[in-house]
Structures are given as structure tokens and as C-alpha cells.
């Protein structure tokens, strides 16, 4: 079952610009929801949440927005780096730490110097 | 480093056959979770244990079993194994101490079954 979806299975961007990536999800019990990054022949490393109660999180170049009635996330770049390039996993939780994750597909994200 | 470790990093074995896969959680985790990555799928979740007892199950086939020992490393068991169980197996830690922590993820083992 696809509660968690990511949509574009790729994205490339121009370093310097912002990368815009992209999580709908279906469950509305989900209350928290989270981005992992992944490199190649690595683990996913968390990034940065947000929980329902907010519409909106910073962390430095990283910004993630939710639209709890579009049941839409989103995470914002600026700028871009190379060394952002990796795939970008959304994931929600409706309950305790992870028996209740779901994560998406995966974006891979590109970024051209 | 995310501080969780998996072994092996890769495994190759035939059709029926069974294999173990080991994690060793980060120091102080008491939750430990197994999903599973398919090829070009997100990951799965499988089975999550917090200090020794089993958790929570998601899609966790019959053949595939696990658990936690006292001193928190867990293990994943697949037995009868198929083509189909061709896979990224990741590990993941929390603490569990507070609601919704992050997970830490292993860098995975990579079964192949040929």
C-alpha cells in the first residue's frame, strides 16, 4: 500500500538554484513526517522533520513545508549544491518511533556544477 | 557514520537456502527496526523490536523471522529464500525514548539470490 508517494522518480537542478522535491501521502493520521538523504552504498541519514502542528521547518539551506489539508510535503534547497545529489526518501509516522514509518519511493536528485 | 552496523555487506546464496543478517544498534538504542529495499522501491518496513521484545510486524514474509538478544543486537533470519528476496536489508536504531525519534540507518546488506 502507497500511503507515502513521491512522484518524480528524478529531478536535476543547476547548482546554486533551489531543488524542489515533492511527498503526498494518503494516511491523514499521520502526524510527523521526515526526509532521509541517501547516498550510494549508504544508509539513509536522517535530514529534517516536522510535525503536524506546524506548516513549516528550517534547518540552514533545507526547508521542509507541509500543507496538511493537500496532505502535500515538500522540501526546498537553496542553493543547491553538488553534494546535495543523492536520493531523497519522504517518510510519515502516525505513531511511536518507527513501527508506524512509511516511506516513499525515493527521489533522485541531481545537481549539476 | 550513523554508529549502526550491519554484517554482512554483501551475500550471495542459491534458491532455498537461508541466511542470517546481523546489526548492531547505536550505543544506548533500545529499538531497533529491519526494512527492505527492492529495486526501485521504497523501503519496506518489516519488524521492529525495543529492548528484546518484538514491537511491531509490517510486511514480513512467514519465512522471514528476527530478533533482538540482551545485549541489543538483533538478527534477521531468511529462510526458503526466492529470486523475489533480492534485496537491499537495512537496519535502523532509535532510542525510543521520545515520541517520534528519527531513525539511524545501517548501510545495509545486499542479498542476492541466485
Known amino acids: 500500500d502507497q500511503q507515502v508517494k513521491q512522484n518524480s522518480p528524478s529531478l536535476s537542478v543547476q547548482e546554486g538554484r533551489i531543488s524542489i522535491l515533492n511527498c503526498d501521502y494518503t494516511n491523514s493520521m499521520f502526524d510527523y513526517f521526515l526526509w532521509y538523504k541517501k547516498y550510494p552504498a549508504e544508509g539513509p541519514t536522517f535530514l529534517i522533520s516536522i510535525s503536524s502542528i506546524k506548516d513549516k521547518n528550517e534547518d540552514g539551506r533545507f526547508t521542509v513545508f507541509l500543507n496538511k489539508s493537500a496532505k502535500h510535503l515538500s522540501l526546498h534547497i537553496v542553493p543547491s549544491q553538488p553534494g546535495d545529489s543523492a536520493v531523497y526518501f519522504c517518510a510519515a509516522s502516525d505513531g511511536f518511533g518507527g513501527n508506524d514509518m512509511r516511506f516513499g519511493a525515493g527521489t533522485r536528485l541531481t545537481v549539476k556544477p | 557514520d550513523s554508529g549502526v552496523t550491519q554484517t554482512p555487506k554483501h551475500l550471495i546464496t542459491a534458491t532455498g537456502q537461508r541466511v542470517t543478517l546481523r546489526c548492531s544498534p547505536r550505543s544506548g538504542d533500545l529499538s531497533v527496526y529491519w526494512y527492505q529495499q527492492s529495486l526501485d522501491q521504497g523501503l519496506q518496513f518489516l519488524i521492529q523490536y525495543y529492548n528484546g521484545e518484538e514491537r511491531a510486524k509490517g510486511n514480513i514474509l512467514e519465512r522471514f523471522s528476527a530478533q533482538q538478544f540482551p545485549d541489543l543486537h538483533s538478527e534477521l533470519n531468511l529462510s526458503s529464500l526466492e529470486l523475489g528476496d533480492s534485496a537491499l536489508y537495512f537496519c535502523?536504531?532509535?532510542?525510543?525514548?521520545?515520541?517520534?525519534?528519527?531513525?539511524?540507518f545501517g548501510n545495509g546488506t545486499r542479498l542476492t539470490v541466485t
Open positions: 535502523a536504531s532509535s532510542s525510543g525514548a521520545s515520541y517520534n525519534s528519527p531513525l539511524h
